[in-house]
Structures are given as C-alpha cells and as structure tokens.
Nanobody
Framework: VQLQASGGGLVQPGGSLRLSCAAS????????ISWYRQAPGKQRELVAT???????SYVDSVKGRITISRDNAKNMVYLQMDNLKPEDTAIYYC??????????????????WGQGTLVTVSS
C-alpha cells in the first residue's frame, strides 16, 4: 500500500483544516491507519488511530478537537482538525499497519508511511 497525505496549510488559531490520506494498492481495508505529527525539534507523536473496524483513539491533547475517519470504498482516511492551536503546528504523516495484531502506538510497527503535509497554525 502507498499513502499520499494532503490538505496541510497555514491557518489562524481557532481555525480548521481537514487532512486527507489517499491509499493505493491492496490491503488498505484491513489496515489500521494512524496520523502522526512531528513538530520542529520534537519527536514524532501519535495523534489519532482508526482500525479497520472503525474504532478510534486519540492522544489526550487533541481529544474533542480532532476527528479521524475513513472511507474504505474510496481508500481514504481523513483528519478533521478544529479549534487549532499554535502547538498543533507540525508535519503530519499518515501511516498504516496490516491487520490489527501490532500496537499502533509503536512507530516501528508500521508497514507503510506517506509523505508529510505541513500544518502551520499562526496569526
């Protein structure tokens, strides 16, 4: 599977963005997909995860502001981000794990990664 992330940009604090992750190749419907982010000078951080069955999880800092969803018919995963804060500024990556036997909390478990898309939250 190959992933292509898009939708990043510059937004003011309190604004919204929707990131998209387009998948190509076989295996997407059975994959767990996550969004990670990496801010300048910081380690890569898991933001949100959605399993093949649609179960979602979020890092505490984004709960209530960010929603992950997927459309298996279109091979797409989305990250709706609302009430954005300057600390959300980062490069956002989507990544996938075949099946659901490996923990999505461990970056090394991912089988494939997309390129990043830059989100900048600034006035």
């Amino acid at each position: 599977v190959q992933l292509q992330a898009s939708g990043g940009g510059l937004v003011q604090p309190g604004g919204s963005l929707r990131l998209s992750c387009a998948a190509s190749g076989r295996g997407f419907p059975i994959s767990t997909i996550s969004w990670y982010r990496q801010a300048p000078g910081k380690q890569r951080e898991l933001v949100a995860t959605i399993t093949a069955g649609g179960r979602t999880s979020y890092v505490d800092s984004v709960k209530g502001r960010i929603t992950i969803s997927r459309d298996n018919a279109k091979n797409m995963v989305y990250l709706q981000m609302d009430n954005l804060k300057p600390e959300d500024t980062a490069i956002y990556y989507c990544a996938g794990i075949y099946g659901n036997t490996k923990s999505p909390a461990i970056a090394l478990n991912y089988d494939y990664w997309g390129q990043g898309t830059l989100v900048t939250v600034s006035s």
